[in-house]
């Protein structure tokens, strides 16, 4: 059983950069999918970006592409989500999650066992 905490978040300016971690608990950390989601105030929660175990292959939403990176450190048990240029439409409650499908990136919320708390971002514009 896996447990995941996220830290980073914060406020911060249009245009400005901060990083997510995601830290796991448990052996097995290296053979799940892990995957950020969020989730802005009257929203749904949606996938952002995601990885697999091995680091291989990653997945992300549009809205993010060439502004989000995604890593992960295995040996150190966590996953970090890379956010420059962010934008106000980017604030959100961002979760990590992770999945035992460790061959894809799964972008739908039901295929992940188990979740973080949840670390606030805010973008002031």
């Known amino acids: 059983q896996a447990q995941l905490v996220e830290s980073g978040g914060g406020l911060v300016q249009a245009g400005g950069s901060l990083r997510l971690s995601c830290a796991a608990s448990?052996?097995?950390?290296?053979?799940?999918?892990i995957s950020w989601f969020r989730q802005a105030p009257g929203k749904e929660r949606e996938f952002v970006f995601g990885?697999?175990?091995?680091?291989?292959?990653?997945a992300h939403t549009d809205s993010v592409k060439g502004r989000f990176t995604i890593s992960r450190d295995n040996a150190k048990n966590i996953v970090y989500l890379e956010m420059t240029n962010l934008e106000a439409e980017d604030t959100a409650v961002y979760y990590c999650?992770?999945?035992?499908?460790?061959?894809?990136?799964?972008?739908?919320?039901?295929?992940?066992?188990?979740w973080g708390q949840g670390t606030q971002v805010t973008v002031s514009s």
């Open positions: 448990g052996r097995a950390f290296s053979r799940y999918t």
């Open positions: 990885i697999t175990p091995d680091g291989g292959r990653t």
């Open positions: 999650a992770s999945s035992q499908m460790s061959g894809v990136v799964d972008t739908l919320p039901t295929y992940y066992e188990f």
